[in-house]
């Protein structure tokens, strides 16, 4: 059976659909392979570093400067936690 001759706004539709569908990629986006480690080392480099704080008595792992130690252990965890967001 020879097909019917479609009208033309719904021929630009079909095409402009198409244009979409083709443009978008195929399979899951994967995070990069340096993010994992790198998120894992400063969980790990935080973690560290508040606990090395707390174990030499508020005196390491930089004399002088007292509590702002915590304040460095958290920001790492901190960028840990912001690198864990754009992990998939």
Request: aromatic share 14%; hydrophobic share 45%.
């Amino acid at each position: 059976m020879p097909k019917s001759k479609l009208r033309k706004k719904v021929q630009e539709k079909h095409a402009h659909e198409e244009q979409i569908f083709d443009a978008e990629p195929h399979g899951p986006i994967e995070s990069p392979s340096w993010l994992a480690p790198v998120m894992v080392a400063n969980f790990l480099v935080g973690l560290f570093w508040i606990v090395v704080f707390y174990v030499s008595q508020t005196t390491y792992p930089i004399p002088g400067i007292g509590a702002w130690n915590m304040i460095i252990g958290f920001s790492f965890i901190g960028v840990g936690f912001s690198l864990a967001t754009k992990w998939r």
